[in-house]
């Protein structure tokens, strides 16, 4: 039992810092500045045709003058037939035409190398923006000094088990997120809402040094960007300011997808993050064996679990709460999530997956 209580004691430890350090982190609250910085929306896409009509769409809602801000689209290989017509955008459609092993980033780069902005945002084609997205990201901008800014992801509602899964673990990440930033140790964005100036993307050299990884376009610079200017970094934390994505549609699409996440952790740069993913690997894996001893009758191991239940579910309303997400089946996945996370990062050590069509 003093191993179980050692590792749950470090991770309860370890997110109650987390709760501190998103409790810190303040609030954005600026006010209107008439001078617009200029922005590069940059989209990625693949096989997206069901999606971008979507997104443009919200693009054509944003708030925000459209001199200062133009759309680049970059086709990957797309093997749908997708169509770019009837908005009144300034759009331009770029195509990656050489093999990467990170698709991702190469059409980043390139998007950058045709950018006529100042600032590089970056979303993904399945997503919808706020209205206010950049105008909010703009007054920031003018208010701090920042050069890279992050902002949170959730999903869109749906009325199934598996959005609502999907949604308490994104409020959960967003939670470590956030709290890493009150903390002044961030490790962890998502690229689905995620700003810096172009400046500063060429003198953190881009990309270079973990090209060789499918993803990471968003954790990786980030990561490089904190060693080397941490004050530069920061979370723009308001709750109308995020990006809402589609969740996965199906438990082994799903899977791929957290197995291509848990796979940058073993090249983090960051010490935090990794420890995190190691201590949270721990949790895990200890909550599925004191399962297993609850069922033959070692009642010792309730208080330990109940604690990682409730230290879990407070962590994760205190994102929904001040974003306005509504999360529900919370026991279920208080059960099943240790299985599932346990699951991802095994395979992400060993195993491969599939994406966009394309197997890593």
């Known amino acids: 039992m003093i191993v179980f209580y050692f590792i749950f004691g470090i991770y309860l430890l370890l997110l109650f810092a987390f709760l501190l350090g998103f409790r810190k982190d303040k609030k954005s609250d600026f006010h209107v500045n008439s001078e617009r910085i200029t922005f590069s929306i940059v989209v990625p896409f693949r096989n997206e045709a069901t999606n971008l009509n979507a997104l443009l769409s919200s693009f054509q809602r944003l708030n925000y003058k459209q001199d200062d801000f133009e759309i680049i689209l970059v086709n990957d290989c797309s ?106 140790i961030p490790f962890m964005c998502n690229g689905a809402n995620l700003a810096y100036s172009k400046k500063f993307f060429k003198v953190l050299n881009g990309f270079k040094g973990n090209e060789q990884l499918a993803s990471g376009d968003d954790v990786f610079l980030l990561q490089k960007a904190v060693k080397t200017f941490p004050e530069k970094v920061q979370f723009l934390k308001d709750a109308n300011f995020y990006v809402s994505t589609k969740s996965a549609p199906s438990w082994k699409s799903l899977f791929y997808q957290r197995v291509r996440w848990a796979g940058k952790s073993t090249a983090y740069s960051s010490f935090i993050g990794k420890m995190t993913a190691i201590v949270v690997f721990s949790a895990n894996s200890a909550f599925i064996v004191a399962l297993i001893l609850l069922f033959f009758g070692k009642l010792e191991v309730v208080p330990l679990l109940i604690l990682k239940g409730l230290i879990d579910v407070f962590l994760a309303f205190q994102v929904a709460n001040f974003y306005q997400i509504r999360l529900k089946h919370l026991f279920a996945t208080y059960l099943l999530y240790p299985f599932f996370s346990t699951a991802v990062a095994i395979w992400s050590l060993f195993g491969s997956f599939e994406w966009k069509g394309r197997r890593y």
């Open 79 to 184: 093997e749908d037939d997708f169509q770019i017509s009837g908005f009144d955008l300034p759009i331009v459609l770029l195509n990656v035409n050489e093999k990467s092993l990170s698709p991702k980033k190469a059409a980043i780069e390139l998007a950058i190398h045709h950018s006529k902005m100042n600032w590089i945002v970056t979303t993904d084609a399945d997503c919808l923006v706020p209205s206010e997205w950049l105008l909010k990201l703009s007054d920031y901008i003018h208010h701090t000094a920042a050069e890279m800014i992050a902002g949170p992801v959730f999903f869109q509602k749906e009325n199934n088990f598996l959005a609502d899964f999907q949604q308490i673990e994104m409020a959960s990440l967003q939670a470590v997120t956030i709290g890493s930033f009150g903390l002044k």
